[in-house]
């Protein structure tokens, strides 16, 4: 059996989660917005096996143990809605990892990472996440600073990386850098 475990993707509606997800599970793009209702739910069998010596995995057993069984992460993309919220908490229940997306064309969802990451942590407890900065393909609509965001994180003593669904720029590496966090955090 697998290694298997639900990471959800969280911030306010129209940050791009739905696209982060689309390009790194099917590879696609779609400039229409489809606002996410509830959550969407997708499934990817990561497969850490080919790199899993050249990841930063503190436990050697567990190196063996991927590189046989693999691992497998369920993936939630909550809907952003604040006033929405309390139908989808219970999606947070049991998560092994999180994204807390924010756009950095859109000042205030950056505002409200703190409302996103109180609730990760009230409803999911001590887990490995990470805060994406998405959109960056819009560089000259920027409202978010890079130095800004990378404050945001030291903050919170997480991972920061910006990225963007249409031009496919750093969703690997997102994707991978927070399994990675999740296998080490693995008991």
């Excluded at 920061?160 to 997102?174: F, G, H, V």
Aim: proline share 1%.
């Amino acid at each position: 059996m697998s290694y298997r475990g639900k990471v959800i993707l969280c911030g306010d509606a129209g940050v791009g989660k739905t696209s982060l997800l689309a390009r790194y599970v099917d590879d696609l793009f779609s400039e229409e917005y489809i606002q996410t209702v509830g959550a969407n739910f997708l499934i990817k069998e990561i497969d850490l096996s080919m790199i899993v010596d050249r990841l930063d995995i503190k436990n050697p057993k567990l190196k063996e143990d991927v590189k046989q069984k693999g691992f497998k992460l369920y993936f939630w993309d909550l809907g952003g809605q604040h006033d929405k919220l309390f139908s989808n908490e219970y999606y947070f229940v049991q998560a092994v990892g999180a994204f807390v997306v924010y756009d950095v064309i859109n000042r205030e969802s950056f505002d409200n990472i703190d409302f996103w990451i109180s609730k990760l942590k009230e409803l999911s407890g001590e887990i490995p996440f990470m805060i994406i900065g998405n959109k960056i393909d819009k560089k000259d609509e920027r409202l978010v600073l890079f130095e800004d965001a990378e404050e945001k994180s030291d903050l919170y003593n997480v991972q920061y990386i910006e990225t963007s669904a249409k031009s496919n720029e750093n969703i690997d590496k997102a994707f991978e850098s927070l399994s990675v966090q999740i296998l080490n955090n693995l008991k």
